[in-house]
């Protein structure tokens, strides 16, 4: 295990973004295991997964937290080992769909999690606008959380 916690994810209000990064002490392919795998997704980021023409760029598929929200996605690039990019939206994909942009790379012997997201059609003045993207990264951080959590147990458990 690392000697030191995540930091949680920040927002910027001005960027509408929310972004966190993470460190993992798994290979960047476990960790790519956990982006792309649907059953992996699945466990660290909502209850479902589902890409049924698989997890490749353009799929479109569909994320769900039970008896909560069901989000549309779209996967827009896949770049196998480094980079995952998607658009989701509650309900259907839309022009309020907003964009997550996950980059993996090594570092120091340990697996970078990089991850933002933006796009949010959010309105209101800035304070409302600050507290929407806090919920979200408050999101962010438990989901990542999650996932450095599940790709640590199935590194260990691969050893």
Known sequence: MP???NPPATVDVPG???TRIVAVDAERATVWRC???PELLARWLGDIAAFPDGVVAGATGRFAWTGEVVLAARIRELE????FVFD???GILSDK???VEVTLR???GQTQVHLVESG???EGDDASKRESLRALAAGWTVELDELVDLAEHLESASD
Do not use: I, Y
């Open 3 to 5: 000697e030191f916690e």
């Open 88 to 90: 989701w939206a509650e």
């Open 16 to 18: 509408v973004r929310v």
């Open 80 to 83: 196998p080992g480094s980079r």
């Open 35 to 37: 982006l792309t795998e």
């Open 120 to 122: 949010f059609p959010l």
């Open 106 to 108: 090594d570092v120091d």
């Open 97 to 99: 769909a907003s964009t």
